[in-house]
């Protein structure tokens, strides 16, 4: 495992797979921060349920813009332009879970509750990794840690209010976590990933997308049967095991 | 490593994003003050909120910098 801590002028002078996975994962996370916004501003602002609501959509994605403009700093001063990121069409976003669009309340809740979720075990891997400065965004205390607690909460928060009132209401929150409970699990990535491997290697990740996978299965399982609604099967439907 | 030089974006970019959201963040601010008194009263936040978030959203860099 690489131990060093490389400063960005160290990387002239380190293996060039180091410099592309780090390039990489630079332009992926970015692509993830400004893809969140894209998904839900232009239908939730409008139409949250309060004015209080509309507030935390706007604050929400004035976060990830910021969390964006972080990550895409990192990379432009290592020569990755990911200004294009900004216009790109939501069909061509790294992953998945951010190709589509967020049009119900229901979907923004649980989108905070179990993606945003995801993202933080994402963003916990930077923390203490061998890229000095992207390690010190992440490390404690960290602005975007505390700020993606935050979604995280909301949309926790908000689900479980959801499913308490029961009948439609609950229907209609299940619904919306039978389809983010699998895009969540999909976006570890393999459990046999050689790329991840590479990050590990690199140590630029710590753990092996399946040991965070069922990290993150621990956590929210639990949480799910505590709000009375149904875990999903983890496996049915799922693109990427 | 000539790969590794500075993007020519990376810098106004980084400020122009800067100031949008403590433009932003001010509005929300501003916006939580005013609706917790009277929630509708945060109306022209809410507006001026839509207003920025709709450049982010459009993502036309070339205009903004």
């Known amino acids: 495992m690489f131990a060093d801590r490389v400063e960005q002028n160290d990387l002239p002078g380190q293996d060039p797979e180091y410099i592309d996975l780090l390039r990489r994962v630079l332009a992926i996370q970015a692509d993830c921060e400004i893809g969140g916004p894209h998904l839900y501003v232009d239908a939730m602002l409008p139409s949250a349920p309060t004015p209080i609501d509309q507030l935390v959509v706007a604050r929400t994605a004035a976060e990830e813009i910021d969390h964006f403009r972080k990550f895409a700093r990192l990379a432009g001063d290592i020569g990755v332009d990911t200004a294009f990121l900004l216009s790109r069409s939501n069909q061509e976003r790294y992953l998945e879970a951010f190709r589509g669009l967020i049009t119900t309340w229901e979907d923004f809740a649980v989108f905070g509750f179990l993606i945003d979720r995801v993202g933080r075990y994402q963003l916990e891997e930077f923390a203490n990794c061998s890229y000095a400065p992207l390690s010190r965004l992440l490390e404690h205390p960290s602005r975007i840690m505390e700020e993606e607690a935050g979604h995280i909460d909301f949309g926790t928060t908000r689900t479980a209010e959801m499913a308490a009132r029961g009948g439609e209401a609950k229907a209609r929150v299940q619904r919306a976590v039978d389809f983010w409970y699998l895009t969540g699990l999909d976006m570890f990535g393999r459990s046999d990933s050689r790329r991840a491997e590479r990050y590990r290697l690199w140590g630029l990740k710590r753990r092996t997308n399946a040991e965070a996978r069922e990290q993150y299965l621990a956590e929210v399982n639990p949480l799910l049967l505590g709000m009375g609604l149904t875990v999903p099967d983890p496996l049915a439907g799922r693109k990427y095991l | ?65």
């Open chain 2, 1 to 65: 490593m000539e790969g590794l030089t500075p993007t020519a974006l990376a810098a106004p970019l980084d400020d122009y994003l800067r100031q949008v959201v403590q433009t932003l963040q001010a509005a929300v601010t501003q916006g939580f003050r005013h609706a917790a008194d009277n929630p509708s009263a945060a109306r022209p936040q809410i507006v001026d909120c839509q207003d920025i978030l709709s450049v982010i959203m459009a993502g036309k860099v070339t205009d903004w910098i």
